[in-house]
């Protein structure tokens, strides 16, 4: 499935947005768990045109930088609708390939094993940091108007979602660092 273009559409459901703005999308908080590069982006956005999915208007940026600003159409924003209302069977699929390595662990010496595990314990705990920052930033932006309908209700839940998961995924580290002294 291509889910660039429903990344796409739920951007320009948000505002109207240039190529160059949904290309800055990506390198914000979207980027961090859903990435695209500038090479799928601008293709995309053509194919989407052509499908009648978005349309844009010509402006003129600084002194006389043409930029197309793209909007959904009636029929782009029935497309967004619909694929955020389908029931999709959940992907259990993805790949880690620390779980890869952990597979094979008993291929390592076991020093080795506790260097690799504390490793990502490291990562781990720092990743965990900045999404605690960036939460506490959310919310000393918006803690009184965290409304429903607001994009940053969004970003709040993906957010807490990454935080959970980072946190399963450090007592899990640490639990198998201790199963192996
Ligand atoms: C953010 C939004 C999402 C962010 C991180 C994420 C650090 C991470 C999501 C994930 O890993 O699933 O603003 O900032």
Redesign the pocket.
């Known amino acids: 499935m291509r889910v660039l273009k429903y990344a796409i559409l739920g951007l320009l459901e948000q505002e109207k947005r240039t190529g160059y703005d949904i290309a800055a999308a990506f390198k914000?908080?979207?980027g961090?768990?859903w990435s695209a590069k500038h090479s799928q982006i601008y293709p995309e956005l053509k194919k989407l045109v052509t499908e009648g999915l978005i349309e844009f208007e010509t402006v003129i940026q600084g002194e006389k930088l043409e930029k197309k600003l793209y909007s959904l159409t009636v029929t782009g924003e029935a497309e967004l609708k619909g694929w955020m209302q389908r029931l999709e069977a959940v992907d259990f699929s993805h790949k880690d390939e620390f779980m890869l390595k952990t597979f094979f662990i008993s291929s390592m010496e076991k020093e080795e094993a506790k260097e690799l595990f504390s490793n990502q314990l490291v990562s781990r705990k720092r990743?965990l940091d900045?999404?605690g920052?960036?939460l506490g930033e959310?919310e000393a932006e918006f803690s009184s108007n965290m409304l429903f309908s607001s994009p940053e209700f969004g970003?709040y839940l993906?957010?807490t979602?990454?935080i959970e998961?980072?946190k399963g995924y450090i007592q899990w580290l640490e639990r198998s660092l201790q199963f192996m002294d």
Do not use: C, M, S, Y
């Open positions: 914000g908080a979207l961090q768990f990743k900045e999404l920052r960036t959310l970003h993906v957010l979602r990454a998961r980072e």
